[in-house]
T-cell receptor, first 113, second 114 residues
């Protein structure tokens, strides 16, 4: 169990640019969620996929899209980046079925300049 | 929708003193309640969860009781250590559309002075 792996760890992009964040869940976990954390505290729910189907969407901007692939890894495509997109982005995964515990990755720090 | 409200921080305590972080929630579903902890530079990690009303969860000296009537889930520790300095999040989840979304409170920063 290598944990949830996120890449890259840090990224700097110019305003108006694009970025792709990747999340590899724990083996056997098909439920993946994304959160945005700003100001070092508030965790804002962005989107959730379960078995490759979008199940719930929160504060995900229309400029962003998220896809879950056959091996359950997830990618967040971000376009037309704005300064306020600067934040930590965490993904988390959990097993199918039951009220399983989420395991979070170490996050990607995005800075838009 | 769901909401979670917890003690505003930062909270500063001396080592050996007691901690209480208040948490209250609102949901129309039957939730499972969690406390998560986040250390600098890391993602949140589960401290413990309580799926059933009127039961207690605990870990590393921290504990909380799921009070369904009061819709509360306060975090307590009798004697904090410097290593407990972190941000603590109360959270809830319930089954929705075959998935389990976690709704977090705004977090409470704890700083323990040695």
């Amino acid at each position: 169990d290598s944990g949830v792996v996120q890449s890259p760890r840090h990224i700097i992009k110019e305003k108006g640019g694009r970025s792709v964040l990747t999340c590899i869940p724990i083996s056997g976990h098909s439920n993946v969620v994304w959160y945005q954390q700003t100001l070092g505290k508030e965790l804002k729910f962005l989107i959730q996929h379960y078995e490759k189907v979008e199940r719930d969407k929160g504060f995900l901007p229309s400029r962003f899209s998220v896809q879950q692939f056959d091996d359950y890894h997830s990618e967040m495509n971000m376009s037309a980046l704005e300064l306020e997109d600067s934040a930590m982005y965490f993904c988390a995964s959990s097993r199918t079925g039951g009220r399983s515990d989420y395991t979070f990755g170490s996050g990607t720090r995005l800075l838009v300049i | 929708g769901d909401s979670v409200t917890q003690t505003e921080g930062p909270v500063t305590l001396s080592e050996g003193t007691s901690l209480t972080v208040n948490c209250s929630y609102e949901t129309k579903q039957y939730p499972t309640l969690f406390w998560y902890v986040q250390y600098p530079g890391e993602g949140p990690q589960l401290l413990f969860k309580v799926p059933k009303a009127n039961e207690k969860g605990s870990s590393r000296g921290f504990e909380a009781t799921y009070n369904k009537e009061a819709t509360s889930f306060h975090l307590q520790k009798a004697s904090v250590q410097e290593s407990d300095s972190a941000v603590y999040y109360c959270a809830l989840t319930h089954s929705w559309n075959m998935g389990y979304k976690l709704t977090f409170g705004t977090g409470t920063s704890l700083l323990v002075d040695p």
